[in-house]
C-alpha cells in the first residue's frame, strides 16, 4: 500500500508572521464592529440571501424616491445603513469565505493524509507485534488506547 499525498503544504515561517499579523489586524478593526447571535435567534430572523439583494435595493431606491409611501414607523436612514452595512461585509465575506473554504479542505486533505500514514503505521506496528518484534508491544498498547474505535467496539470492550 502507498502512502497518500493529497495535499503538500509548506508556508514559510515569515508568511505565516505576515498572515498572522493580517489575521489580528482583522480581529483588531473588524470584530468591534460585528455581533453575534445564537443559533436559535438565526433561525427567527428574516434573511437577506443572493436572491432577496436586488429586492432590497429596489425597494430602498423607491423609498428613497417616495418617502411618501413609506410607513412613518419606518426611518430610512437606517434602512439606508444597512443597507450600505451589508455592502461593505458582503465585500469582505466573499474573499475571506474562499479563503476559509480552502483553508478547511487544506485541512481535511492534510488530516486524511496524516491519519491514512498513522494507520499505516499503526498496522505495521499491530504486524510487528504479532512477530513478536522488540519495542512494538509497548507502542501497540499506547496507539490502541488512543485509536478511536468504532461506536459500540468499546461498550463491547468494557462491558
Known amino acids: 500500500m502507498t502512502q497518500q499525498n493529497l495535499i503538500a503544504l509548506n508556508i514559510p515561517q515569515n ?16 470584530i468591534p464592529q460585528l455581533k453575534a447571535i445564537k443559533s436559535e435567534d438565526r ?18 431606491e423607491h423609498c428613497t424616491a417616495n418617502p411618501e409611501l413609506a410607513p ?36 481535511t486533505l492534510a488530516g486524511s493524509d496524516a491519519y491514512a500514514a498513522a494507520l499505516m503505521f499503526y498496522g505495521s506496528v499491530k504486524s510487528a507485534k504479532k512477530s513478536n518484534v522488540a519495542k ?18 468499546k461498550a463491547v470492550k468494557q462491558g
Open 72 to 107: 412613518q414607523f419606518l426611518d430610512v436612514n437606517e434602512f439606508k445603513s444597512d443597507v450600505n452595512a451589508v455592502e461593505t461585509l458582503r465585500s469582505l465575506y466573499s474573499p475571506l469565505e474562499q479563503i476559509t473554504e480552502m483553508l478547511s479542505d487544506s485541512m
Open 136 to 153: 512494538a508491544a509497548p507502542i501497540y498498547d499506547d496507539l490502541a488506547n488512543r485509536f478511536p474505535a468504532k461506536r459500540g467496539e
Open 15 to 30: 508568511d505565516i508572521a505576515e498572515i498572522n499579523k493580517a489575521i489580528a489586524t482583522l480581529k483588531t478593526k473588524l
Open 43 to 60: 433561525k427567527e430572523l428574516p434573511k437577506m440571501g443572493d436572491k432577496t439583494v436586488a429586492f432590497v435595493s429596489k425597494a430602498l
